[in-house]
């Protein structure tokens, strides 16, 4: 079994051009381990691969820098500590990267940064600019101005949305555990688990918050969350114990270390990757059972002769929700219609489409190629 483990990873970090690696705030507010972390890039970035960084600690940084031992909760008080310690955690990442050889670029991003699509497109081409020149982007939320509805939740959101974005194939999370650990009957924390196939609803139970609360948040679910969305796109999510100073090498070698998580389907394009991960929807469709069946096992086209009810005020090539009868999402994809000329047809013939709206007209409400299954 572990050498077939073994060769398992290997194979991934043979298909692997691009990595984001994620490091949380308890391996950051010790000075000493920035070096160490540092180091474990330098050497994937020896071996050829596209680095970018995925940072927390400004928040922590902060409270290091005024000597405090709680998190606060005001959020006035959370910004003022991530813009104290933002730049402090930068000057040190600076300094240590041009004692490796290299040059390091800060990006502070929220929520509507990733979503808005102009956004979204700068962000690509602006990281796709700094490879280029041979810099690490290093990236973080931006603490300081970010509210509830801006926020991606935590860094493991961030660096799986940044992978998505990236195509990066692998997604290391660095934390304080060793990997995901198999739960004992007794509640106990028992062996790690190499590989995860599938992410199970028992699996999201059994896992609970690692992190130090007063200094960070997140914990082992966030990271279940962050490897559903990745292996959702295609691809694989590592979580690896980030105390261990030679981990990224060791995963650079494909050894058996932390827990590798296996994706189900091939490699989403980006079309796609758009439309369920970053897109918002401006409205739903509910569909009949002939329709589930049709999207779900066939990868058909939503035809209006499926559409039920139309929910929401939108446009066409607005993104829209589909659900099932029971309110249960099965797929979001660009509309053909706007609302309007969705009410119209619902449940109607493809072939009369164009007497309907009087107008020459799509056969679909969604194409086949504008949609994406949930889950």
Known sequence: MSDKIINQR???????HRIVVKAGTRLLTDPALIPQLISGIHALREKGYKVLLVSSGAVGTGMKQLQLKKRPRKLSQVQALAAIGQCHLMAMYD?????FGFNSAQLLLTAGDVRERE???NIMNCIEALWDSGTLPIVNENDSVSVSELKFGDNDILSAMLATL??????VILTTEEGLRARNEDGSLGERISVVGKITDQLKESAQGTDNK???????I????????VNGAGEHLWIADGRDPEILQKIADGKDVGTLFVP???QMVSRKRWIRFFARCSGRLVVDDGAVEALRSKGRSLLPSGVKSVEGTFKRGDTLEIADANGTVIARGLTNFDSADCVKLAGCQSKDISKLLRRAADEEIIHRDNLVAAG
């Open 214 to 220: 007063d200094f960070s948040i997140g914990g082992m």
């Open 119 to 121: 956004r979204h497109l």
């Open 95 to 99: 300094e240590v990267c041009r004692e």
């Open 166 to 171: 990236t195509r990066a194939e692998l997604t």
């Open 222 to 229: 966030s990271k279940l969350r962050a490897a559903e969305m």
């Open 10 to 16: 290997r194979q991934v970090l043979r298909n692997c």
């Open 264 to 266: 189900a389907r091939k």
